[in-house]
């Protein structure tokens, strides 16, 4: 085939250059490379990998869950159609009870090394791990921990999505009492070595969830699972989140910098004539492509409608409040 | 000979709930609803600065950020005395009412429907229980795929309309405690104006009708699932000048209304793993504490009820405890498919009301309902407005807040001392509908209902599962 290529090398189609494109975007962490329309068009382009995905739902408020819903490049009805293989979905699965996990159970055993984990919500092994029960298999109830144990061992690589899943997030601030924790930490207290990769967010964008999952399996199609997982946990960053999409910190891209620079700052929140810093905004210190990508379906994003709260922060949000008093930095 | 049922996880629903059910002659003759997951928010939120509380509240529930913002909101201006100008009661008004048709369409289309068709033979919607009862015919199921699809499209869109003032979907920025943080613009009006349309289209001729089609097909789900059938509404939807209720607040019981008094809302405890001294009135009761090891105890839910009675919430109990009127897509097909001339949700029978599918039907008639009163607002609106009161430092103080989240009735109440929360209590239609039995061992609203179900197999109890999605609990 490739003889049909002057000089011999294989044709420049739409698909390398797509490919290229996302190389370059997972490398170097800009944000701006990985655009809707390349995993639109990357989603068209994925044929043959499809592992199976189980989400589990544990400590959280189903909010990422709704989130990805949103998702429009690709459309959700097409990600669950064609691009993954939702196997296990709480909220959108047919199935229910016994019948639900016990087939998770058997497809993680068919696909040992093969599947991917997504952990939606944090974890807490405190009390034997009841203050979150994800349901019952040979009439024994599982409770997230022990199901987590027993399944990531065995799993490709487990996508923390949301900032619960990857640092503990709201569900483990200051004063809970259920001992919750994010999935590397986690892990890590039970030797369990399997790569995560953050996608933190409260909740993440439906881009930075469908994107990394993209990333992930067309790495997979070109290098195969066990070496695609590899160049993908390449591409984290030191908080295990994909430069892809939190490369770039909110205030560097933000469309009020100008404002920033200028040291006009907003005197209210209805004032929009002037930078939120003032306010409280954490777009500073709050790692995510928000200001570039937008929100639901681009209509607006979080400060040009009020200030960042720095939900994609590990310390979010402990760290990150007060919200709407200025940062002492 | 009875048998024991465990049906665990109850998927699609928000959380996680399992349901254990007694059956002998295909019928159920107990249950026990199981909430499994206990996060802990209210001690997660003392000693914080109250102006966070909007924000982290949200993350209760990411299908019903909207209502937790706007009720901590509401209880905090309660606090400091302080009334939103009238350009932000209206902005919250689109925002909770842009969330309502959001969280009915994906209740119905990505919770519910599937157990009235049979989707696609790949995951999500297969494998599926082994006698799933399902009865359309060819082309009703491929009407019901497409719809299916087509409501993807449909709810993201209404999160698109909350975004437009609300800055993103899930979990809002823009309701702060005072109003709302940004004046409308002619552009964002336009904007919410054409979403509010599309969805509204599909409201009259996809999810409405379908609903009168689905309760003929699935007649005998029409009849079933009765409960106490007790309705609460807290009021929702305030009008901007003269604070009336779109939806207004009540009680039935027994066969009559009552006013609703929120003093006679406690929460019980008895059979939650929570100390005994954690119970009691939401305005007063001590911060929760919990006792796994507690006898007879089987539930993280709290038993909340009125004048001690168990209480069912969300559509269905506000459409017939405001007696709402039928869209006219409902006037008309009621007779063809209910066999009924109805003109009010009340005309459509007790029965009917609270049965499985009268519960789903409610809710499709309340999604028509608040998209015809968002265009109003929307037409109210002035761009430009100041939507914000500011707030004083708020250094002592409590308040409380009643509204309704699209499950259901939702009540928030909180003491600021020092400048820093010193209580909070949350109230959501959780404790109502999924409550376990209350310290008279009354059983929950779901409970209740599930008791005399037909079960006519006890490998595939899909009734079981259908009940509880049709309360969204």
């Known amino acids: 085939m490739n003889n049909d290529t002057p000089g011999g090398r294989p044709p420049f189609t739409r ?51 709704v989130s990805i819903l949103n998702s429009l490049h690709p459309r959700i009805a097409d990600v669950l159609l064609h691009v993954i293989r939702m196997d296990f979905h709480p909220t959108l699965m047919a199935d229910e009870g016994e019948g639900a996990v016990e087939f998770m159970l058997r497809s993680a055993r068919e696909h040992a090394g093969g599947f991917l984990l997504v952990l939606e919500g944090a974890v807490s092994e405190e009390k034997e791990g009841r203050f979150c029960v994800i349901g019952e298999a040979g009439h024994q109830e599982f ?56 996608i933190p967010g409260c909740p993440p964008h439906p881009d930075w969830m469908v994107g990394s999952m993209l990333i992930l399996l067309d790495a997979a199609e070109r290098l195969g699972l066990a070496a695609g997982v590899k160049e993908t946990a390449a591409g984290l960053d030191a908080w295990g989140r994909p430069r892809a999409f939190y490369g770039s ?81 | 000979m009875a048998v024991s049922i465990a049906i665990d996880p109850i998927t699609r629903i928000e959380g996680h709930l399992k349901a254990r059910l007694e059956v ?72 909770q009412g842009a969330n309502f048709l959001q969280s009915h369409i994906l209740s119905f289309y990505q919770l519910s429907s599937q157990d009235f068709f049979q989707g696609p033979s790949t995951p999500p919607f297969s494998p ?133 008094d929120p003093a006679k809302v406690m929460e019980n405890v008895r059979y939650s793993w929570f100390t005994a001294s954690s119970g009691g009135s939401p305005f007063s009761a001590p911060t929760l504490t919990v006792d796994l090891d507690k006898v007879g105890a089987y539930s993280f839910s709290k038993a909340a009820r009125y004048s001690g009675m168990p209480m069912e919430v969300g559509p269905h109990a506000r459409m017939w405890v405001g007696n709402m009127e039928l869209s006219p897509m409902g006037r008309e097909l ?59 430092k708020l250094k002592d103080g409590e308040g409380y807040s009643l509204t309704e989240a699209p499950r259901g009735s939702l009540m928030h109440c909180l003491r ?15 404790l109502w509908n999924a409550s376990p039995r209350d310290d008279a061992g009354l059983r929950g609203p779901m409970e209740e209902a599930l008791v005399g179900l037909p079960v006519p197999d006890e490998d595939s109890p899909v009734n079981a599962g259908r009940l509880v999605r049709a309360f969204d609990p």
């Open chain 1, 15 to 65: 698909r390398r250059f797509l490919r290229t494109s996302l190389m370059a975007a997972a490398l170097t962490g800009v944000t701006r490379a990985f655009s809707p329309c390349v995993s639109q068009a990357l989603a068209e382009t994925l044929t043959a990998v499809r592992p199976p995905v189980f989400w589990l739902q544990g400590m959280g408020c189903t909010g990422c869950s």
């Open chain 2, 128 to 260: 599926r229980q082994k006698k799933p009862d399902l009865r359309l015919g060819e082309a009703a199921t491929r009407m019901m795929l497409d719809q299916y699809l087509e409501s993807l499209d449909i709810r993201a869109i209404c999160h698109e309309m909350a975004a437009i003032f609300g800055g993103r979907m899930p979990h809002v920025h823009g309701i702060v405690p005072g109003g709302t943080s940004a004046p409308a613009t002619s552009r964002q009006i336009q904007e919410f104006r054409s979403r509010l349309k599309t969805t509204r289209e599909f409201i009259e001729k996809r999810y409405v009708p379908l609903l009168y089609l689905l309760s003929e097909s699935y007649a005998d789900l029409a009849r079933v699932g009765k409960g106490w059938a007790t309705a609460m509404c807290m009021g929702v939807f305030p009008h901007p000048d003269t604070g009336e209720e779109a939806i207004r607040a009540g009680v039935w019981a027994g066969g009559k209304e009552y006013e609703f």
């Open chain 2, 416 to 430: 600021v001392e020092n400048g820093r929360l010193s209580f909070y209590q949350v109230l959501p239609a959780t």
């Open chain 1, 249 to 329: 910190t909110t205030h560097e891209n933000c469309p009020y910098l100008y404002l920033f620079d200028e040291g006009t700052m907003a005197t209210s929140l209805i004032d929009k004539t002037g930078c939120r810093y003032s306010l409280g905004c954490k777009g500073p210190g709050a790692w995510c492509d928000s200001p570039i990508r937008r929100w639901n379906d681009r209509v607006n994003w979080c400060v040009e409608n009020a200030l960042c709260i720095g939900c994609v922060q590990p310390d979010f949000p402990d760290g990150q409040s007060p919200f709407y008093q200025k940062n002492l930095w």
């Open chain 2, 334 to 392: 009621a007779p063809k498919h209910l066999g009924v001339r109805a003109r009010t949700f009340r005309e459509l029978g007790e029965t009917f009301a609270f049965s499985i599918m009268g519960r789903h039907l409610a809710r499709a008639e309340e999604t028509w309902f608040v998209a015809k009163a968002m265009e109003g607002w929307l037409d109210a609106l002035r761009p430009g407005e100041n939507p914000l009161q500011p707030m004083p």
């Open chain 1, 143 to 198: 409770p997230l921990s022990v199901m987590l144990e027993q399944l990531a061992p065995h799993a490709a690589a487990v996508l923390a999505v949301g900032s619960c899943a990857a640092y503990g997030g709201v569900t483990a601030a200051r004063g809970s009492v259920t001992g919750a924790v994010g999935a590397r930490e986690f892990f890590r207290r039970k030797n369990i070595t399997t790569p995560v990769i953050n």
């Open chain 2, 24 to 95: 002998s002659d295909g019928v159920v003759r107990d249950a026990w609803l199981t909430g499994g997951m206990f996060r802990g928010f209210e001690t997660i939120l003392l000693g914080r600065d109250p102006m966070d509380a909007p924000q982290l509240v949200q993350r209760i529930c990411g299908v019903c950020p909207v209502s937790h913002a706007l009720a901590s909101c509401m209880a905090l201006e309660d606090a400091a005395g302080v009334t939103p100008p009238r350009e932000g009661r209206l902005l919250r008004n689109l925002m």
